[in-house]
């Protein structure tokens, strides 16, 4: 057992989401990711996340927990601009402060709002109200401010639950505020955590298991996550807080990451297969079309995800009936009555039709059975063809037998041709 | 100020989820939203939710905020076979009770084992320890068995994390063990909290919250929660804990709901408007094509993702290039060249072709800017145009101004045209 106590607190953060909501599911707390990825850079790891409610009672109970195991509490939510908004009033009244309207959070607002030819309405000065002894944040994106008040040796921090708001202010107030307070108070800053991605496809965990077995000795002081999802196993190297070494000890390992796992890597950190796929082939100067049937459309859609997508993709077929697979890609019908719908052949066969007929450089297709209907004594649920025509000749077909309700079958099959895609343009690059 | 004190502990609930993934973000909590509807059944309310990683200490520590504010505790995750899950043990240790394999326990586990072939291996024997005087709840669908221990007058559930088995044991072995055990102690069931949604599509969150002005009058126990998305605003009703005429307050205002919201209410709770669409088409018999440019296949995608889809789902087409819209579809090329391929024309023309091409009886198209590049003087960024084709002259167009990033617009766009696809669905069956 790894021990892990609650000491230096000064370095363990918890996030405190505010939002009825919340609790019963319309909205889901995202901010706390991106809090997470920000107070790592300074060294400071989020170990408790909590979500309650528009209640005052509870949001009090909520930060008095927090403080006691949390030397910096990031609130999200309850700033706006309606008497549900509760957090500053529970924060007030937590620490015993006074609420007042305060010349800096009103003339930040009002500036804002006379941006957008408006000025602050009765809701939005109860926004101004800031608890006594807290320095105000200042919100660049919208008219709430934010605040932060030191209590108990603890950092309370309260931001607007917007996503793009919170973010903003993470990064230009939080960060900064927080730096300059260890600075002031002659506390060096822990060194930041870093954290490496590594996203895969084709492989099982059990088979990234063992290629990454050994990779981390005891003592390293580095966490090995593995995630299995739909698109793949994600592999993550986390270094733990307070290691000034972290940036030596991550770079080989890594590489080492890299060495073991290979092509099979399809993309790090944020990135996704849509951009990767799209980058190669954007220098490759090619353009593509797809042919979709049990994904349909899928495909189509994650691609042109990426912003300039229009330079390579050219066309879709979302081919789900059997004469639409004549009709858009000329499928043959003896071809389909011979080997079925959901075949080899078929796959190919799409694949060169919609090359052909888009004029591209590379047709991909994807004809299979997502269920759950469909199935015969042959051809069970999950059963997924995927198939490239790169022209003269050049066609390859690929079987996968996948598991998953209908839409994990849609998702792992769009995976699956994406990766036929980005394995063929890499291979073609070195040739 | 709404009051809410943090009294009668027995139906307030609180969700802890353990897994260090939860708190970097490879895997968010979706467990909480399950639970916190099941224990509305039972007028339980989820009030507090606690995420953790795999830390002991850690774990120890939320237990014993938790019981210090809750009569009910739902954890869920940490039960698996590794060295990493460690719920058992914080449970064990906060409560001061000895860990031992539980008969009972380990033959559920070796039977589930065994119909896959299998014997339970040493971390799986792991899996078969619980706390002492804890009651074992049997997992019907995995290996891992949960427990329920009584604590401090608190109910302590430790459940597996995997979405699949966590639901089965909630309705098959939690609700019921809570049931008799508010039964056996003379303790009336709380009277359920009922909630019911409806989702909307085309009017903004101010243009919802006036139209529903006044509906709820004050005192009445139930609180209404407005959500904007891309998708659209969602509406709730709740009603509050331990009121026994819930369904007869809430019957009436569904009612004044749907009056005052009509045909904008495009689906109720859990359904879709994809599912939606899909059951209009059934029952009128009627065979449906799309044509899709900025969607890039988003719709096709959507349509498809609900199971038989293909008995009115013909085909789409992802018309990127103008080529495409050509091609595919005959829009006639000095259509374009006079109007542009963003323009009403040119969605009409798309959704006539694919109509005739498909030989269906209805075509359906989007065209428009999903940014961020891509616009013109006359032509913003999120200019959307959808048109539908019913034959016989037949066709309807509609604009759009679509605020967001690209993926937000294509969001928006989807929306849009299938809800146009859905009204005309509507006025037909009423003609």
Redesign the interface.
């Given at each position: 057992?790894?021990?892990?106590?609650?000491s230096d607190r000064r370095f363990i953060a918890e996030t405190i989401a505010i939002g009825?909501?919340?609790?019963?599911?319309?909205?889901?707390d995202?901010n706390?990711?991106f809090i997470?990825?920000q107070l790592g850079t300074c060294g400071i790891e989020?170990?408790?996340?909590?979500?309650?409610?528009d209640?005052?009672?509870?949001i009090v109970?909520?930060i008095q927990?927090a403080v006691r195991?949390a030397g910096v509490i990031v609130m999200t939510g309850g700033l706006g601009p309606t008497?549900d908004d509760?957090t500053r009033?529970a924060v007030a009244e937590v620490a015993g402060r006074r609420l007042a309207r305060r010349k800096e959070a009103f003339e930040g607002m009002a500036a804002r709002l006379a941006q957008w030819g408006r000025t602050p309405n009765k809701g939005q000065l109860r926004q101004a109200l800031i608890p006594s002894g807290a320095v105000v944040l200042t919100n660049p994106v919208g008219s709430a401010p934010g605040f932060a008040l030191s209590w108990k040796s603890a950092l309370v921090i309260a931001l607007p639950g917007v996503p793009r708001e919170m973010e903003a202010m993470m990064e230009h107030a939080v960060i900064p505020f927080i730096t300059e307070r260890f600075a002031q108070s002659a506390t060096h800053l822990s060194h930041p955590i870093l954290?490496s991605v590594f996203h895969t496809c084709g492989l099982s965990e059990a088979d990234v298991d063992s290629r990454l077995h050994g990779l981390i000795a005891k003592r390293t002081p580095v966490?090995l996550?593995l995630?299995a999802s739909p698109m793949g196993v994600?592999v993550?190297l986390?270094t733990k807080p307070h290691h000034s070494s972290s940036r030596t000890i991550l770079d080989p390992l890594e590489g080492e990451v890299r060495t073991r796992l290979g092509e099979w890597i399809f993309a790090e950190g944020q990135d996704t297969m849509e951009a990767v796929v799209g980058r190669l082939l954007s220098k490759q100067e090619l353009t593509v079309a797809?042919a979709?049937s049990?994904?349909?459309?899928?495909?189509?859609?994650r691609?042109?995800?990426v912003?300039?997508?229009?330079a390579y993709?050219?066309?879709?077929?979302?081919?789900?009936?059997n004469?639409?697979k004549m009709?858009?890609l000329g499928v043959p019908a003896e071809s389909i009555a011979a080997h079925g719908a959901v075949s080899r052949e078929v796959a190919s066969a799409m694949a060169k039709g919609i090359r052909e007929?888009?004029?591209v450089s590379v047709g991909l297709s994807v004809t299979g059975i997502?269920?759950?209907?469909?199935a015969t004594e042959s051809k069970p649920v999950g059963l997924v063809y995927v198939g490239l025509d790169g022209g003269a000749g050049d066609t390859i077909t690929k079987e996968f037998r996948f598991h998953g309700d209908?839409?994990v079958i849609?998702q792992r099959s769009s995976q699956a041709a994406l990766d036929l895609l980005r394995r063929w343009l890499i291979a073609r690059e070195s040739r």
């Open positions: 057992m790894r021990r892990h106590p609650l009825s909501e919340l609790l019963v599911g319309g909205r889901s995202s706390s990711l997470t990825e989020v170990r408790f996340k909590s979500i309650v409610g209640h005052r009672t509870d109970n909520t927990t195991r008497v509760c009033e954290r966490d996550g995630l994600l993550s986390t797809v979709e049990c994904t349909g459309g899928l495909i189509g859609h691609l042109t995800q912003p300039g997508s229009s993709l050219d066309r879709g077929a979302i081919c789900y009936s004469q639409a009709d858009m007929r888009a004029g997502a269920g759950p209907g469909g209908r839409s849609k």
